[in-house]
């Protein structure tokens, strides 16, 4: 094809490098990056997502967004997190802050969502919680 069209006469423009031309910055808060591991320690970022019951309950696996000030456009209200779901543990738990989509736990893999922060606790600490109490326990 590219000789049919040198031969009609006509040129081709030069074909451009693919790839970012600027750092992109996020004015919204809402794409902050999630916690990741943490270097000092090595521990995964990864956090429980918990529902309001006596006691709470493990709903779902996720990642803290922290710094986002928004999900999806609407402002996360004081006392809440971006969480980003991972893994579902109950499916058919409502989610503590509902939107239009997503209104269970099944519906959270994949998206983003506010949760309340005293719902959310890191795994590593989750796990040294567990082993104490075994320990105390005992």
Known sequence: MQSQIQSQGLVLPPEHEVGPSAARVNTKGSCVDPSTTDPDTGDSNKFGLYIEENPSR?????????????????????????????????????????????????????????????????????????????????
């Open 58 to 138: 493990l709903v779902a696996l996720g990642r803290v967004y922290e710094g986002s000030t928004a999900v999806y456009s609407i402002p996360l209200l004081h006392g809440q997190v971006k969480v980003g779901f991972e893994e579902v543990k109950d499916a058919e738990t409502p989610v503590p802050v509902p939107i239009d989509e997503v209104i269970l736990v099944g519906q959270t893999l994949n998206t983003f969502l506010a949760w309340p922060t005293l719902l959310v606790k890191r795994l590593s600490e989750q796990v040294f919680y567990s082993h104490y109490m075994l320990l105390f326990f005992n």
